[in-house]
Each structure stands twice: as C-alpha cells, then as structure tokens.
C-alpha cells in the first residue's frame, strides 16, 4: 500500500471519509473503504480536451455545473473542485486521460472481452435521465450485459448523479440490497424503476 498522506487542501466537512492509497502499477490510487456488508465499487471516467482542461480548468468551470440539472453545486463545493484541481500539474492527469483512453483499445478489448466473467453477478445501475453524455442506448448496453440487475432512473438528474440527486442516489443503494431490517434480499432480474424527486 502506498502511504502518500492525505492532501492539505481537502475540506473535511465535505469529504469526510479516511484516504486511503494503493499503489498499482507504478502508479497511486486513492480510494475510500467505508461502512460494512458487501464490497461496493464506484469507478469514473474522464473529461474532455488536453488544452481546455489544463489552461482553463474547463472541468470544474464547466463540466461540472453542466452535470448538475437538479441542483447547483454549493460555493464551497466548487471552491472545493477548483482548489483540487488549482494548477497546471494537478490537472495533467484529467487533460490526457481521454487520449489515453482512445489510444488503449488493445487493453479495453480485453476488458470487454472479460465482461462476461462479471456478467452474472448482482449490479445495480443508477442513470440520471437527463445525463448529457450518456443516453438511454447506453444504459440499455449495459442492462443486456448485466442481466441480473435492476436500473434506477433518477428523472432530471445529470451525469454527476451522485452529486446531483444524493439521497436518491444513496437510496437506490440501500433498497436494492436490503431491507429496512437490513436483511438481505433476492436481486431483481431486469428491473426497472424510476425515482422521481418527490420521492426523495
């Protein structure tokens, strides 16, 4: 495990969570291990252009407003992205990621190509039905591959839907395997369901 140290610039009452790192492949990867019960992994992508990203911080300043539809991000919460991401060097790794991304089709195909070793197990897909890079065609892909799942379409969130929708967000977690007892449940096969912001 790699031991970097937490950086100074984190606002704890936003990210109140322990950092933690591992190092793979020469390279350090943060990540949180929280909460109890059955192992839940998030994973993300990246953004857009090299030159965009790095000398206008396009980003916070604009990718990440425009993937809230149901809420605006608080100051402080973008005070927060734009301090993380306040300099040249701290936003090479987003500007060359999609380039990196086009240029690893070798390695992706072999990710897909492993997919049906995973395609069996429980999944839970929660899609903001107003996301501007990805669309129904996509969640439906996903759907066919998983075919043990069950989908929440949170109506009017954007493609932070996370951050946009939070308590739906969180929600759709806890109902998909467990009871208010915290009993385990069967998964749904192929289910579907939208959450709309009254419910929340």
Known sequence: MADTGRPAWVN?????????FIAIDGHTVHYVDEGSGPTL???HGGPL???LVRQFNLFVNAMVPAGHRLRKPTADEMAHYRTALATHNRRDASSVLPR???ASRAFLAGVEAGLPGLASLPTLIVWGD???AFRAKERQRWEQIFADHHTVIIEGAGH???SDAPDRFAAAIRDWRFTPGGR???PARGDVRRKTQRES
């Open 49 to 51: 252009g090299r030159l």
């Open 100 to 102: 990196r991304i086009t």
């Open 184 to 186: 385990r449940t069967p």
């Open 160 to 162: 932070f839907v996370q």
């Open 130 to 132: 107003a996301d501007f």
């Open 12 to 20: 704890n009452e936003l990210f109140p969570f322990e950092s933690r």
């Open 41 to 43: 992994l998030l994973l």
